[in-house]
């Protein structure tokens, strides 16, 4: 609890630090009077365009994060399932590609992917970074416009805004927190890398996630994939994802004692994430 209250701090003062950057090219890296002219009105008027472009800035820079863990995730070998942006997803069933709406409190996107057959050395470092590559690369060719383009005016604002939300970006998912109660990718990357059983763990949800996507049932895959978790390993979030598949297929085969009995063993780990917990309540309800 008391890390995810310091990864909670953390990322609210990233937010600061990315809203002030964004302060600095709206005022101090622009031509004020230029910009927004001499006018209370007019003043008032054109910061509030201002800050309507920091939210479009955070936007733009959201579909180049998911494209790029989709980018990076092809390079690798994985293959496409669903891209959301907000709650806007667009996901491939039965072969065909559906909008559907779609949310999950604490992210602003997500890509997600089938990935290759498992081995043990499975790629994923490119795979989960692949959104803070992407962001750093077009954060810095907008930093580069910036800096040659013509000063006081709107589309200047609004790159070096681009750059600067992009930046933060790749802060705050590239440095291993849990905000909301979701793992971000560099904290998903450094799990990966430390216990094999969460590699493990990462593959068969995203290659459950890619049958599922495809009309399998959970009933009809083999039961000893979805294992209990123990030990040391109830304190890792991306394992406890698997007790939580392991509950979901109880419920699937209709055993159901089954399912009350994990569920609340699963409601007992301390590593299950926030949303996993709230979900498994509702299901003992």
């Known amino acids: 609890m008391k890390n995810i209250k310091r990864d909670n701090a953390i990322a609210r003062f990233l937010y600061i630090i990315v809203g002030a950057v964004c ?24 910061m509030a365009f201002c800050m309507i472009m920091v939210f479009v800035a955070f936007f733009v820079q959201a579909v180049i994060h998911e494209f790029g863990h989709l980018l990076f995730g092809l390079l690798t070998g994985y293959k496409f399932i669903s891209f959301r942006i907000g709650n806007v997803m667009f996901i491939k069933e039965g072969g065909k590609l559906r909008i559907k709406l779609y949310n999950i409190v604490g992210t602003g996107g997500q890509c997600l992917m089938m990935p290759p057959p498992w081995k043990e050395n499975l790629p994923t ?21 910036f800096i040659f383009m013509e000063k006081g005016t709107f589309w ?39 216990n094999p059983v969460a590699l493990r763990s990462f593959w068969l949800q995203l290659y459950v996630n890619g049958l599922i996507s495809e009309g399998e049932r959970m009933r009809n895959m083999p039961g000893d994939w979805f294992f209990l978790p123990s030990g040391e390993d109830l304190f890792d979030p991306m394992v406890c994802t698997v007790g939580v598949m392991k509950y979901n297929y109880f419920f699937d085969i209709h055993d159901f004692k089954s399912a009350e009995l ?19 309540l509702c299901e003992l309800l």
């Open 262 to 280: 994990m569920a609340e063993y699963m409601l007992r780990a301390p590593g299950l994430l926030g949303i996993h917990k709230n979900e498994l």
């Open 156 to 194: 200047a604002v609004f790159v070096g805004m681009l750059s600067a939300v992009g930046f933060g970006n790749v802060l705050l998912n590239g440095i291993p927190l849990q905000v909301g109660g979701i793992s971000n990718d560099g904290r998903n990357s450094f799990l990966l890398g430390k």
């Open 23 to 46: 302060g600095i090219f709206m005022i101090f890296a622009s031509d004020p009077e230029k910009l927004f002219g001499k006018s209370p009105r007019d003043f008032v008027l054109q």
């Open 125 to 145: 470092v490119l795979y989960n970074f692949g959104g803070c590559i992407l962001n750093f690369i077009t954060s810095l060719v907008f930093l580069i416009i």
